[in-house]
């Protein structure tokens, strides 16, 4: 009679032994700046407002969202590898910087015609709900969301020409920040298995489970009302325009659909983010940045008038 057959919910990740989470993975904070002269217009995606209105929503939430995410790994960093440590600090300074662009990108929004304040209040008021829960359930939420955006990251960078026809800095703004969203994917992740390292694998999952079917239903609901808020602010409202956004969402380009098999992967028995290696991504924005600087600083200087 064969050995009963043990299901482990989730690898162990015992406090000092290494994640998947390559070892010589660098964040690198690129403090860039983007669109303070060459400003996007009111339809800036392709002059398409159906786009135009889902990554504007996107945007806005993104400082608030971003702030609570660095609270709730803060938070649980006492004790962390020196590696972990390390990659915790550059997290922070990287989404420091996303939330400096997209405050910049949010007031050209706003100068473009949208009042978003509505939006804001609504992102304020899901804030404080979590004011009072246990600080290891906000970690949970943070590192469920932090899942979802590397998934959308990832979905830009391999999709970069819906992003061609961007107006101003705005096409270089969200390859910028999604470069970065891959290369820290596995921060909140792995502040997580720290955090939760005495915990049994069955409780580890069963509460990143929760998270993940709560934070990723409330996230996808929320970005999807926003961006409808958007729409009618441009007149745009009936079932023609829901169909037109649940087309751009799971048809073409259909970021939503097309991450779900990733987004599913989560619940799977040994789930990382790093289980797959999305540098190759990281060192081509990287390599064509440096080809562009380079190229710009060869080009000879106008003559002097």
Not at 101 to 106: D, K, P, V, Y
Not at 147 to 162: D, K, P, S, W
Not at 180 to 209: C, M, N, P, Q
């Amino acid at each position: 009679m064969s050995a009963p057959f043990k299901f482990d919910l989730e690898a162990a990740t015992p406090l000092g032994k290494d994640t998947p989470t390559p070892g010589d993975l660098s964040i690198v904070p690129r403090d860039r700046r983007f669109g303070r002269e060459n400003k996007p217009g009111r339809w800036w995606l392709n002059h398409d407002p159906v786009a135009t209105a889902w990554h504007n929503g996107l945007s806005v939430s993104f400082p608030i969202g971003e702030a609570f995410f660095i609270e709730h790994v803060k938070a649980h960093r006492d004790g962390a590898p020196p590696k972990l440590e390390r990659e915790i600090r550059a997290f922070v300074k990287q989404e420091i910087n996303h939330t400096r662009e997209h405050i910049a990108f949010n007031r050209a929004v706003t100068e473009a015609g949208y009042d978003v304040s509505g939006i804001e209040r609504r992102l304020a008021g899901k804030l404080s709900i979590t004011r009072g829960r246990p600080e290891i359930v906000n970690l949970g939420a943070s590192m469920a969301l932090e899942h979802l955006t590397a998934l959308i990251a990832r979905h830009t960078l391999c999709h970069e020409e819906h992003y061609r026809g961007a107006e101003g800095d705005a096409g270089a703004m969200w390859r910028w920040h999604m470069v970065e969203e891959i290369e820290h994917k596995g921060v909140a992740y792995d502040t997580w298995l720290h955090a939760t390292r005495d915990w049994s694998r069955w409780k580890r999952w069963k509460v990143k489970a929760l998270m993940m079917l709560v934070a990723g239903r409330n996230f996808v609901s929320g970005r999807i009302g926003d961006a409808l808020d958007l729409l009618e602010q441009d007149g745009l409202t009936g079932w023609k325009w829901k169909l037109r956004l649940a087309h751009y969402l799971t048809i073409y380009p259909g970021v939503l659909r097309k991450i779900a098999p990733a987004a599913f992967a989560f619940f799977l028995p040994g789930f990382h983010p790093w289980n797959r290696d999305d540098r190759a991504l990281i060192q081509l924005y990287d390599s064509q940045f440096i080809d562009a600087v380079m190229s710009r600083a060869s080009e000879p200087e106008p003559d002097a008038a």
